[in-house]
DNA sequence: CATGAATGAGCATTCATTCAT
DNA sequence: AATGAATGAATGCTCATTCAT
């Protein structure tokens, strides 16, 4: 029922222990210092691509950022896609694996669909995985494999988990109809809009993200009485 | 009370009348040949830049697919961006044109906003401005007028009139409460969704458009009886 | 004794009666016309080359500057360097013939080079020759057959007029010695320095140029009690 | 009184220390190598850009005769403008340098002239330099900084040292009069010519420039018992 | 391993020249 | 004859990728 295995589409690449410390400790091994350069890169890289979308970033600039020379990238990744990819792969891992783990029995489904709605402002919304996430719905049809990858590995979950719960919520009459069971994407829509929302409106019309969540469950199970 | 004018960010460009026929009939006047290439320029680069994207999109291909020499496109745009804005503009205008008539006094609020959504399905979704709406929300962020552009003639006045017309519906007891007057953008979030989804999982995850704008309207106004 | 043909080193294209008049009088012949359209045309492209030199020259701005379409500079000239020479060979004409003419017997040899001197400034210095001088100095070296000619026509058979007229200023004992004979290139030496130094500096250091040609002179020829 | 430092209008690039060439010796260090290239397309650069003029002048030429890549130019220059400036920038300076030393005190005025005239002779008509000066009277009214900056570090200072001398000449009775001291230009007016005259006709009409410059002397300071 | 100089294919843009109207 | 839209070869510049050090 869970520990699905994340469906690798390409090239991951190898993964590092530790984060990326600018500072330049002096007597560490050679693995740490390499890790570390991976760190900076996947970082550095993740902040261009979000700048400038995927064509117009240079790995230049990426190495720049990263304090490392050009070359390293190529011994940390196969070419510019590679570590594309690799970049929004893994910055979603860590949101994807908890999705496995059974709903608590006794939350009310309002409840943890709340749970959910604001864990993905704090941890994706509130983070740069905000603009991983843009950066899949900006550059998917280029990367189809990648469109893919996380279809299968979060999209399609999620989905599935949203319908169980909804399903759950039926069952024991905290939801009226299957409506909402039958199109479980009504749910997660309001937050693909406020990351869309974000990044094209945010300057001259900031979004109350705060109000639109709790609006958006209001509408769909009902007033609440608190927050 | 309508007529508003559009506001142009940038040079526009002229307009030609007929569509683009790749046909060559032989009996022409000059401008009209003249205006075919032009439309066939921009079918052209509109297909190439929703492939590729901004960045990723070579003129000498949409010069191929126009069936034009390259030079000619710069007979007809200042150079790449002011093509690509001019196709992001004008593609909307008939979109956005109508906007300001004021809704049917008669109509209650939900069968107003069911026309509104079905409007966009047919004349957005359906059409090749879905992809030039993607191409707003993709390529917005790296070209800050064209998102301004796009917020002030379409989603502020979008959002406008959606307000208006739920304050109508308010008054007129067809609303319970201020929830949806307050965040209108609830109303539009499937809208992006499909757009979204549609270009990144249509091939392993095609949705019902219908059933789920139907669902998202029961949601928002209740179960009716026909829809 | 005189009477020398022009050298036509290339083709040097139709001439035409009637200088450039912007008006456009309504009754006027096509012959008219067509001499008026090319002669504007080369009023502009001299203005054109002077100010950009031969490659960076446009015909589409010269043929904007003329009032003509791009065409029509066709219909007068092989191509750009055809109407480049001929810019430069037909400037220089009237400049040419007088020198055919033998010098006044009387006058002393002093007044004729400086009246040959005051020509040049008022003939050359003082007009757009100026400019069509500099155009030679300056494009000559990629224009051989440009130079060639200008030497033939110009340049060889003024300094053997100087020459001329510097033996018999020695016979007549106006002159000193051979020394000027054997290079009388010295003569002209200022005249072309105050072409190139007015193109470069005259901005930032303006020359004296009356007081520069009769220093020259005095140099050349011993203190004048008058000018 | 003298290390009057170099007006540099724009950036002038790095300096190398050895001259290009040709042959790939095998165990040569980085940096070397990499100067050597700079100079390699310096040198082909000038080439080109004395054969061609500055707009003529493809760097796919420059980069093919330097035998670098196109590329490569771009490591060691902005762009095309910056190599060209470059070019003409660093030529000039061992030309200028020595200029600030004073004139020895014994030397007659003459002689010390004579010198001066003979190293111009020697160093610049007689060196790659002699295209260099061509250039710069080429292309100055092109680049109007360029002409700025030639006129600031080599006209003015040698003007005014011309002029400096001249006056000493007076002072010491060598000098008869003020004439050439109010109009120095004078004195360099033939070997500007004899740029522009070499550059144009020197296979037609060669000039004996020995002879020339001994004439001009004479003519300047009387003739000399012997050269 | 790490570096960064070198490479060269790739692309946007320009402009002399042509030719249908 | 005159026009000016159309052409496409030419050119400056970029940037992903390689490889000698």
Redesign the interface.
């Known amino acids: 029922m869970s520990k699905t295995p994340v469906h690798t589409a390409g090239p991951v690449g190898k993964t590092s222990t530790e984060r990326a410390g600018a500072a330049k400790r002096p007597r560490r091994k050679r693995a740490e210092q390499s890790a570390a350069r991976r760190d900076a890169i996947v970082a550095a890289a993740l902040a261009e691509f979000c700048e ?5 970033t240079r790995l230049d600039d990426v190495a720049k950022r990263a304090g490392v020379a050009k070359g390293t990238i190529y011994l940390n990744f196969r070419d510019k896609e590679a570590l594309f990819q690799e970049i929004v792969v893994t910055m979603m891992v860590p949101v994807i694996a908890p999705m496995d783990a059974p709903p608590p029995q006794e939350m009310p489904t309002r409840l943890i669909v709340e749970a959910f709605a604001h864990k993905f402002i704090r941890e994706v919304y509130g983070t740069e995985r905000r603009h991983v996430l ?1 950066l ?7 990367f ?1 494999s990648l ?2 990858h ?2 299968r590995n979060v ?2 979950r999620a989905v599935g988990r949203m319908r169980a719960l909804l399903e759950r919520g039926l069952a024991r009459g905290e939801i009226a ?1 299957r ?2 069971i ?2 479980p ?2 749910v ?3 937050m ?2 406020i990351i ?2 974000g ?3 945010e300057r ?2 900031p ?2 993200i705060e ?2 969540v709790k ?2 469950l ?3 199970f009902g ?1 609440a009485r608190a927050s």
């Not at 400038?52 to 117009?56: D, I």
Request: hydrophobic share 45%; aromatic share 12%.
């Open positions: 400038r979308g995927y064509a117009a843009r899949i719905m900006t550059e998917g049809p280029r189809p469109a893919e996380y279809y999209v399609e109809d409506t909402l039958d199109h994407q009504l997660v829509a309001p693909m809009m869309i929302w990044a094209l409106f001259y019309a979004l109350d109000g639109l609006a958006h209001d509408i769909l007033k």
